[in-house]
């Protein structure tokens, strides 16, 4: 099968360079102009950017890595070479043989000049795919942010369609679906944990990043693996004509970014690092607190990241990108106490730990085998892991006598590791036809949970150490594509394409046939009718706890007792760009998941039994309406999303059956972002305001005293609590305003800029959780007990200030 799967694109490789052959010697009078878009200050590849021919009105857009082909007949081409925020560029050729034209653009210096140029961009209209939204880098940053801290997927949040987990939370549930369902890439590499600091920050250092796109539904054959999205975020490649760095010093992180040429127009690097501080200061304070105690100690928490890319450009016709990435997260605290009295010293040490962290590697190779045909290899590795300690001991000397100790230590480890290798091709016969095609293989390496346990008693002269491990499982997955985007006419627009995968755990095998379509029809007035539908299959399952964002995931395979997860989605929207470069859309659309999976009542993560018997399979269900205005460049940008949605869960094992609301079930989701130009390149304000309904939890409703046997009889002595069913009761309404300001200087040979602003700006309590606090009164002399729901909130009003600097 494996075999298969890698020849199936091989195949159709030979078969579409044996018809480009025999198109070259019948149509002998059409030839090919291709090259790449590049940004002429650092050298970047520009993605999505718009190749048009003026005189036949034929264009295309340059890929992921930059690279455009257009195939028309031999004739004079006026090329007109489009990007937002850059100047555009014309070039006029005679188009007599294959031909290589490779464009600088520079960015756009005038807000004026912005403006006009974002007009000559790809619009919302004319594309093909629909759910899918493209933000700006530098937009994203300009978002006031939880402690200054700029985060990608706190942004995305912002976005219709999307929900956070919580109150300052990075989690990521998108159109009813779970956290599992994302496929979050990082340079093309699967990210399994996204969070740091709980949950509170992502992993992804906005200063290292290109480009950011989400993909909610309409999903091209390439992709596969996840049920809900496809987060695609590309790292930045690093200047190869200059050397640049900037940098910030902010409340809880310090980030530093380097770049620049390795050999000068042909290879380049870049360096980004980022560290927490929060445990470096708070030292001192926590060790005197611990002294004042009476015993010494530390603790603490940090989270860094590291990111790095080195590009090599070995001909016009090959490049090589290695890319890396490593983050961690430590949480730590030790502390002793010593006791001496005249009859007894005695001492105890505590020693507890929590660290988890992602590793991603990347080696890429772009090939352009033929002016019509672009070719790009991908190598990936992947890892993530968890782990906690916890450990207590003590030791007592009495007078003449030999100390006793003991000591107690739990260790867990869980984790999963991933090597892959793709292959994509994308082909461009002409330009009513973009083909891509390729396959893609990864071998999984799961790791379920292991718990180490060591119990020391001296005086017994115990020492017994014991480890309960679930076996590793190993996985094989595979995937082939091909999908067309078709021009039919000027007005019919079609992408379509089929997605086969396999998954091969121990001793089962799975596969699935996945159709994919997206359609366009474009209506008088630049309005646009799409439509779209799309299958998706699932391997591989996280068990979570879904509380707070403790990072306890665990990466799971299918097996022969649990399916994979399968879905389909179907969405109708309108879209259409006014005033030259606001973007408009309405969605609606209505997804069926099957297989997703949930604890079991009373189950959780860690414990010591087979992991597949903690848990249930059963069926999801959301649907809703998505509002959406977006302005990308310019003086003033910003968007304007309100969502209307509903998301179910039905097991049959689970709350008696019966269909009840998914925990991030959200009647009424609404945000506004903007941010303003004051004194362009002096004073930028922005700021943030989102409403939303609460989400869901469990609630009993009533409490009552139940019998139990006794001596031949009943009677009643403990108190339960009745609950109706699950997520019966909803969270109050959260709302919230954000706004920063930025404050910029130019000096000679570099740019600072001070940022002050605030979170949760007019201080709104909102909930963080719901709980019953119980009280006792005395009526009578009676002790009756009163329970009160109660809310706890996290964030009040968080000012923040942070300085950075470029050079």
């Known amino acids: 099968m494996k075999a298969i799967c890698l020849c199936l694109p091989l195949a159709f490789l030979y078969f579409l360079c044996l018809t480009n052959h025999l198109s070259a010697q019948t149509t002998s009078q059409k030839f090919t102009v291709s090259g790449y878009l590049s940004d002429a200050s650092s050298g970047e590849r520009l993605i999505g950017a718009t190749v048009i021919d003026k005189r036949s009105g034929q264009g295309t857009v340059s890929n992921t890595f930059g690279f455009y082909s257009l195939t028309l007949p031999t004739d004079t081409l006026e090329l007109f070479f489009n990007y937002i925020g850059y100047q555009s560029q014309q070039q006029t050729i005679f188009l007599r043989e294959n031909t290589t034209v490779n464009i600088l653009l520079e960015q756009a210096a005038l807000i004026k000049e912005v403006e006009i140029v974002a007009d000559k961009y790809e619009r919302i209209e004319e594309r093909t795919q629909m759910s899918r939204i493209d933000i700006p880098i530098e937009q994203i940053k300009r978002v006031p942010a939880l402690m200054g801290e700029t985060d990608v997927l706190r942004v995305l ?51 290292a990043i290109k480009d950011v796109s989400l993909t909610k539904g309409g999903f091209p054959a390439r992709y596969g693996g996840r049920l809900s999205s496809v987060i695609e975020i590309n790292m930045k490649e690093g200047n190869e004509n200059e050397f640049h760095g900037e940098g ?125 045909l672009f070719a790009n290899t991908t190598f990936t590795y992947s890892r993530y892991n968890f782990n906690t300690r916890n450990g207590v001991g003590e030791t007592s000397e009495l007078p003449g006598e030999l ?55 001296s005086e017994s002269k115990i020492d017994v150490s014991t480890t309960l491990a679930q076996p590793d499982v190993s996985a094989f997955e595979f995937a082939t594509y091909i999908e067309d985007d078709w021009k039919v006419t000027n007005r019919l627009r079609l ?36 439509g779209a539908f799309s299958t998706m299959r699932q391997y591989i399952h996280l068990l979570t706890n879904e509380t707070i964002g403790l990072p306890t995931d665990l990466w799971l395979p299918t097996t022969s007792q649990v399916k994979p997860q399968d879905s389909w989605q179907a969405a109708l929207g309108v879209a259409k760009t006014f005033a030259k470069n606001y973007e408009f859309s309405v969605e609606a659309y209505y997804k069926e998941m099957d297989n997703v999976i949930a604890f079991k009542e009373g189950a959780s993560v860690f414990q010591f039994d087979d992991w597949q018997n903690r848990v249930v399979q059963g069926e999801g269900t959301a649907y809703g309406f998505e509002f959406f205005v977006q302005k990308k460049k310019g003086r003033f940008s910003g968007w304007v999303g309100y969502t209307l949605s509903w998301a179910w869960r039905e097991f049959e094992d689970l709350n008696f059956g019966n269909r009840y609301p998914y925990k991030y079930d959200r009647r009424h ?139």
Do not use: C
């Open 403 to 457: 100390p006793q100790s003991s000591s107690y230590l739990l260790e867990y480890f869980s984790g999963i590791d991933d090597i892959g290798l793709k292959l994509d091709f994308d082909f461009m016969p002409n330009p009513a036809h973009l083909i891509k095609f390729g396959a893609n293989t990864i071998q999984h390496q799961f790791h379920p949970g292991e718990f180490y346990t060591r119990v020391v008693e």
């Open 669 to 807: 989701d609404f945000e506004i972002v903007g941010t303003y130009d004051i004194i362009p390149e002096r004073i930028r304000v922005s700021a943030t305001w989102v409403f939303a309904t609460g989400n869901v939890a469990t609630f009993g409703t009533s409490r009552y005293q139940a019998p139990e046997p006794y001596q031949n009889h009943l009677r009643y002595t403990f108190v339960t609590t009745h609950t109706p069913e699950r997520n019966n009761l909803r969270y109050p309404s959260y709302n919230r305003l954000d706004f920063g300001v930025d404050f910029i200087k130019k000096k000679k040979y570099w740019t600072r800029t001070w940022s002050v602003g605030a979170y949760n700006a007019y201080n709104r309590n909102n909930p963080f959780f719901l709980f019953l606090q119980t009280d006792v009164d005395f009526v009578n002399g009676q002790a009756v007990e009163k329970s009160t729901l109660r809310q706890a909130s996290l964030f009040p009003f968080i000012p923040y200030i942070t300085y950075s600097f470029k050079f």
């Open 248 to 372: 910030s010093i902010g409340v809880v992180a310090s980030k530093l970014t380097l770049e620049g040429p390795i050999q000068k127009g042909r290879s380049s690097f870049l360096v980004s690092a980022r560290r927490t501080y929060i445990d470096v200061i708070a030292r001192p304070i926590i060790k005197k607190s611990f002294e004042a105690d009476g015993g010494e100690g530390v603790s603490g928490y940090y989270f860094y990241d590291i990111n790095a890319k080195v590009n090599h450009r070995f001909s016009d016709k090959d490049r090589l990108y290695l890319s890396f990435y490593t983050g961690k997260d430590k949480f730590y605290l030790n502390f002793s106490e010593n006791n001496e009295t005249p009859s007894e010293k005695y001492t105890f040490n505590f020693d507890t730990g929590l660290g988890w962290g992602n590793l991603t590697g990347a080696v890429r190779w772009n090939h352009i085998l033929t002016p019509k």
């Open 495 to 530: 992408n379509y394409g089929l997605h086969f995968s396999g998954f091969v755990p121990d001793g089962k095998s799975y596969f699935s046939l996945q159709p994919r379509a997206n359609a366009r029809y474009l209506f008088n007035k630049g309005w646009a009718l799409k």
């Open 157 to 207: 949040q912002l976005l219709p369609g999307v929900s956070g987990g919580g109150e300052g939370q990075s989690g990521i549930y998108v159109r009813g679906g779970g956290p599992d369902q994302n496929l979050i890439l990082l340079d093309g590499v699967p990210v399994y944990n996204a969070s740091h600091l709980f949950g509170f920050f992502s992993v992804f250092n906005a200063d």
